[in-house]
């Protein structure tokens, strides 16, 4: 469905939180789309990250484990706590729409339910009840039969056209792009990526693997390699997608396994983790031009890894890593977010089935607020 007007403009705040905790990402950002030929640009006008206060982080970790009246009550008082984080670093006088990704804490969707922290009603409330609000983008889709997730590759598809495949280096390592075939969009979670990484980074006392520094001092475990390599879900066909309770289920218990009969260093683990991450990424996205972003972006050995060749311990073709500025390195996810809410509040399309295996394409996402006051 085109919009009516010759030409529309929108100022949307994303707002994201990613599974490794890392901040709350807000990426102010223009978009046009010019109805005769449907085609949209974007910008990003502002972006930054809010540090998540280590309480909060310990909080949302234990929720996998919380009562309904733990769940809800957090769900409140992070939203309020988001709420006065963009009431401090953003103007809303010019925003048009918010759009609230929420905090994945359960991602089930093989049993047909996810759960993202958050509350819509409480951020309209919270951010003084003028700018409309979007959240729960990904409910109805898991409702429909699909992952829930990745939502972003339809603002990979629309928004930068220009690349073979979207790699995303977040928590996870996903990716996007169009069949060969018959150009549909397909996308999934490769694997594991900074939620592991930077796991292993703490045991050394480091919140993260700066530039890789830690795994380029180690050694690759090979046995521990092939077996992270033999994972069932990486011989299952798209569309999936992973959460943190995949990590604990099946990427740690090989890994304790491991180290009963072995003695290990974390240098030597972050090698092996990062190659295998590597090497899943090869695999999945050789020899495509890809645009590259998150934070894994600034992992060196990673990125030379995926663009270096093949070697024991390193399959796949190399990647054509194209990197972009360094706003849209760290707010693309934001960005995204914010496209797809706004397509929520215009009555557009904002997931489609060929990504998520839902039953149809469709419109996700709950909109709090009157969306038509702001000129839409």
């Known amino acids: 469905m085109a919009i009516e007007n010759t030409e529309s403009e929108f100022v949307v705040l994303g707002m994201m939180s990613g599974t490794s905790l890392d901040g709350l990402d807000l990426a102010v950002s223009h978009f046009s789309c010019d109805a005769a030929s449907d085609q949209w640009e974007s910008r990003i006008d502002s972006f930054c990250t809010i540090p998540i206060p ?4 310990s909080r949302i970790k234990s929720l996998q484990f919380c009562s309904a009246t733990d ?8 939203s309020s706590w988001c709420a006065k984080q963009v009431k401090v670093a953003i103007d809303l006088e010019s925003i048009d729409l918010v759009v609230f990704s929420g905090q994945t804490v359960f991602h089930r969707p093989e049993s047909g339910w996810t759960g993202q922290l958050g509350s ?27 992952q829930g997730a990745p939502l972003v590759p339809v603002a990979d598809a629309l928004l930068y ?15 996007s792009y169009s069949r060969a075939t018959d150009r549909s969009r397909i996308a999934w979670d490769i694997g594991p990526c900074n939620l592991v990484l930077n796991d292993l980074a703490s045991r050394l006392g480091h919140p993260f693997d700066e530039s890789g520094q830690l795994a380029a001092a180690g050694n690759v475990h090979q046995d521990l390699w092939s077996q992270w390599m033999a994972l069932p879900y990486h011989f299952r066909p798209p569309p999936k997608s992973l959460g943190g309770e995949w990590i604990e289920s099946e990427f740690w218990p090989v890994l304790k396994s491991f180290e009963k009969d072995n003695a290990s260093d974390t240098h030597d683990l972050l090698a092996t983790a990062t190659a295998y991450i590597a090497s899943q990424i090869r695999l999945t996205v050789q020899g495509k031009k890809t645009l590259v972003t998150g934070g894994g972006v600034y992992n060196t050995e990673l990125l030379e890894l995926l663009k270096g060749p093949s070697g024991a311990a390193i399959t796949g073709g190399h990647v054509q890593v194209e990197l972009p500025e360094s706003d849209v390195i760290e707010g693309k996810e934001a960005h995204a977010f914010g496209f797809l809410g706004l397509l929520r509040a215009l009555g557009k399309d904002n997931v489609w089935n060929s990504v998520t295996g839902a039953a149809v394409d469709h419109m996700g996402g709950a909109l709090w607020g009157n969306f038509s006051k702001r000129g839409a």
Do not use: I
């Open 161 to 175: 056209p220009d690349y073979e495949a979207c790699l995303n280096l977040g928590g996870f390592a996903n990716v």
């Open 120 to 146: 819509g009603a409480e951020l309209f409330a919270g951010l003084g009840h003028h700018v409309p609000v979007v959240c729960d983008l990904r409910s109805l889709d898991v409702s429909l039969g699909g």
């Open 71 to 78: 769940w809800h009550q957090a769900s409140c008082e992070w």
């Open 54 to 57: 280590t309480g909060w982080k």
